[in-house]
């Protein structure tokens, strides 16, 4: 044993040591006594912490709106010689708070089979000009004034355009682009609501509900034009665009 450590205590030798006393003493009987109780240690009970709110996603009532307005158009029936033809209504792709949107005239025959809008020959074309403006087709908003396909492509009448409207405007409140390309006449006509063509409409720079529009030729009219020429107003109206985006102007790589 180290000096100033006390011997370890024998317990039992000790009860039975004072028993024997007791015993000496004449006592014959000694109650058991309460069983001794340990309280429990005091549980630590962790403290909760409440997780800060996620901040509010400012989109997230636009994307739910939209959503809204797009089974509205579904069931639209405003229009009876295109309610009763379509496959389906073709409401628009694309993010919210796009950069740029483009506006097509309505949907043709792969848009109503597909339900996107510019999937057919026309829209590869429109998908290589936005490219070649330095944009991904999905980075862009891509949407026409007309949600059905006119049957055999014909052009919309101004009633089935001006049912469509509150849609169209609807739903360019809630996309809110910043800049707008009006792809041929039926779309350029229908933002500015004026009865001037294309040819005379191109080339400028306009306002569409407070955002900068330019109006430029649609991708059908450039597969059918032969010379090259409309192509050519294209891409000067593309020019038009990024330079009023303030964004470089891609080099054209030649064929
Ligand atoms: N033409 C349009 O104007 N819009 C489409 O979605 C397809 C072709």
Not at 32 to 42: H, M, N, Q
Not at 139 to 161: A, H, M, Q, S, W
Request: charged letters at 25%; glycine letters at 10%.
């Amino acid at each position: 044993m180290t000096e100033g450590t006390s011997p370890p205590i024998d317990l039992a030798r000790q009860v039975r040591a004072h028993l024997d006393a007791l015993r000496a003493a004449g006592v014959t009987f000694v109650p058991r006594g309460e069983p001794l109780t340990i309280a429990p240690a005091p549980v630590a009970v962790p403290e909760v912490v409440a997780e800060p709110a996620p901040p509010p996603d400012p989109l997230a009532g636009r994307t739910r709106e939209l959503t809204v307005l797009s089974g509205e158009v579904a069931g639209c029936n405003r229009c009876e010689g295109l309610f009763s033809t379509r496959t389906q209504t073709v409401f628009g792709v694309g993010p919210i708070d796009p950069d740029v949107a483009f506006v097509g005239e309505a949907p043709g025959a792969d848009e109503d089979r597909t339900g996107e809008p510019f999937v057919g020959k026309a829209g590869q074309l429109l998908t290589r000009i936005i490219n070649g403006c330095g944009f991904k087709r999905e980075e862009v908003y891509i949407f026409n004034t007309l949600k059905c396909r006119p049957p055999g492509n014909r052009t919309p009448t101004p009633d089935e355009c001006a049912n469509c409207r509150p849609f169209f405007e609807r739903q360019f409140d809630l996309v809110r682009p910043k800049f707008v390309v009006a792809l041929g006449g039926t779309a350029a006509k229908s933002l500015l609501n004026t009865t001037t063509g294309i040819t005379r409409l191109r080339g400028k720079l306009y306002e569409f509900r407070g955002v900068p529009l330019v109006c430029t030729f649609h991708p059908s009219a450039l597969l059918r034009d032969e010379s090259g020429a409309m192509k050519r107003d294209v891409w000067e109206d593309m020019k038009l665009l990024l330079r009023t985006m303030g964004r470089e102007i891609p080099t054209v790589k030649k064929a």
